[in-house]
């Protein structure tokens, strides 16, 4: 399974992003997937995530209702609408797939998949 995001740019304090991850190769069919970021020095961190139906979501403490999170499984594609952006959201943005429900940051040492990430940057 390939993973490829893209959305990710400049933008000013307050503004909004979505950034996007298209899943190909042999996919069971039943992945979560999700975002998480790391910022310059900092560990890597759980942004969002959702189960394949969609009834499952989890947000990570970054967000505090800033994001939101989709997907659209006939596209193999999920979303992350990111409104009122502050420059501490400046980081590389990674697309994640996992069999598992994952919720949390120690959950990234046990992804099935990666992205190759997707840079945003917020200037102040």
């Known amino acids: 399974v390939q993973l490829q995001a893209s959305g990710g740019g400049y933008v000013h304090t307050g503004g909004s992003v979505r950034v996007s991850c298209s899943a190909s190769?042999?996919?069971?069919?039943?992945?979560?997937m999700g975002w998480f970021r790391q910022a310059p020095g900092k560990e890597r961190e759980f942004v969002a995530a959702?189960?394949?139906?969609?009834?499952?979501?989890a947000y990570g403490n970054s967000d505090k209702g800033r994001f939101t999170i989709s997907r659209d499984n006939a596209k193999n594609t999920v979303y992350l609408q990111m409104n009122n952006l502050k420059p501490e959201d400046t980081a590389v943005y990674y697309c994640?797939?996992?069999?598992?429900?994952?919720?949390?940051?120690?959950?990234?040492?046990?992804?099935?998949?990666w992205g190759k990430g997707t840079l945003v940057t917020v200037s102040s």
């Open positions: 190769g042999r996919t069971s069919g039943s992945e979560t």
């Open positions: 959702i189960s394949w139906s969609g009834n499952n979501k």
């Open positions: 994640a797939a996992s069999k598992e429900f994952f919720y949390s940051d120690r959950q990234a040492r046990v992804m099935d998949y």
